[in-house]
Nanobody, 115 residues
Framework: QVQLVESGGGLVQAGGSLRLSCVAS????????MAWYRQAPGKQRELVAT???????KYVDSMKGRFTISRDNAKNTAYLQMNALIPEDTAVYFC?????????WGQGTQVTVSS
């Protein structure tokens, strides 16, 4: 069974940084796509960034330049480095794994940015 576990969230002041991690366990195929999404209170879940197993990345324009997605295939782990955080970045951040035609989600990690 595939499981995703996010960590690294917390409370940070505006202008600060956080690094989120997502560890995938179970039977993980070598070819897959990992992604970060976020969901703010009262809003729909939105895509932040994606990264393929080959390292190709895509970002939502509004987060380009402040957020960096990366991964370590040997550890089945994806990261999201978030810099220059603003209160509008407050949300639950979720990790998703696309693999073999299926999608797997983590439970999310809360990020709160105070002004």
């Amino acid at each position: 069974q595939v499981q995703l576990v996010e960590s690294g969230g917390g409370l940070v002041q505006a202008g600060g940084s956080l690094r989120l991690s997502c560890v995938a366990s179970g039977r993980i195929y070598s070819i897959n796509i990992m992604a970060w999404y976020r969901q703010a209170p009262g809003k729909q879940r939105e895509l932040v960034a994606t990264i393929t197993s080959g390292g190709s990345t895509k970002y939502v324009d509004s987060m380009k330049g402040r957020f960096t997605i990366s991964r370590d295939n040997a550890k089945n782990t994806a990261y999201l480095q978030m810099n220059a955080l603003i209160p509008e970045d407050t949300a639950v951040y979720f990790c998703k794994l696309d693999m073999g035609g299926l999608q797997y989600w983590g439970q999310g990690t809360q990020v709160t940015v105070s002004s």
